[in-house]
T-cell receptor, first 115, second 112 residues
Framework: AQKITQTQPGMFVQEKEAVTLDCTYD???????LFWYKQPSSGEMIFLIYQGSYDQQNATEGRYSLNFQKARKSANLVISASQLGDSAMYFC????????????FGRGTSLIVHP | NAGVTQTPKFRILKIGQSMTLQCAQDMNHNYMYWYRQDPGMGLKLIYYSVGAGITDKGEVPNGYNVSRSTTEDFPLRLELAAPSQTSVYFC???????????FGEGSRLTVL
């Protein structure tokens, strides 16, 4: 079974608008971390944001925020005020304690920002 | 700041050839990983290491080998290359067991 599910293969957003990229996860471990990475067309993987399973508040990093709904096992990435440079693949990932914290990744969502 | 360095960036192999993808990090990270990325499939873990002298298989280890003789280096060996190994390979490291990954720039390998 997929540990990380990203159901949106592709998303489109207008510049300056907000966009939400979905991520659901599957774990029975109480200790885990959730991550989002960005992969622009140049190919490198860039860490964006982290949410720990025990964190009470949603993580934020500049224009990125993570909408963490623990009961629903979702960790959606919200990008506010989209910019053309946000066009990229976005990957959700998890490290769970019972799995020796080995990082597992979703299949990614392609985001295209239109001017 | 070098971070994680992978070489080569591109390589074309013939079926049956062997090669080593090099990975070095200068951040003194204990945890290192090799992933392969195929279109639409995300990243699949090949091998990982929690410290020098310790390696373990990931989800897709067949056809690959690794070693970790130093904290800095984590080379990935492809023996008897097959077309199914055509992929983009990423090396990554982290400084804690549960922290974010720092990635190399990737190595694009084509097996013909």
């Amino acid at each position: 079974a997929q540990k990380i599910t990203q159901t949106q293969p592709g998303m489109f957003v207008q510049e300056k608008e907000a966009v939400t990229l979905d991520c659901t996860y599957d774990t029975s471990d109480p200790s885990y971390g959730l991550f989002w990475y960005k992969q622009p067309s140049s190919g490198e993987m860039i860490f964006l944001i982290y949410q720990g399973s025990y964190d009470q508040q949603n993580a934020t990093e500049g224009r990125y925020s993570l909408n963490f709904q623990k009961a629903r096992k979702s960790a959606n990435l919200v990008i506010s005020a989209s910019q053309l440079g946000d066009s990229a693949m976005y990957f959700c990932a998890m490290r769970e304690g019972g799995g020796s914290y080995i990082p597992t990744f979703g299949r990614g969502t392609s985001l295209i920002v239109h001017p | 700041n070098a971070g994680v360095t992978q070489t080569p960036k591109f390589r074309i192999l013939k079926i049956g050839q062997s090669m080593t993808l090099q990975c070095a990090q200068d951040m003194n990270h204990n945890y290192m990983y090799w992933y392969r990325q195929d279109p639409g499939m995300g990243l699949k873990l090949i091998y990982y290491s929690v410290g020098a002298g310790i390696t373990d298989k990931g989800e897709v280890p067949n056809g690959y080998n690794v070693s970790r003789s130093t904290t800095e280096d984590f080379p990935l060996r492809l023996e008897l290359a097959a077309p199914s190994q055509t992929s983009v390979y990423f090396c990554a490291s982290s400084n804690t067991v549960a922290g974010e990954l720092f990635f190399g720039e990737g190595s694009r390998l084509t097996v013909l």
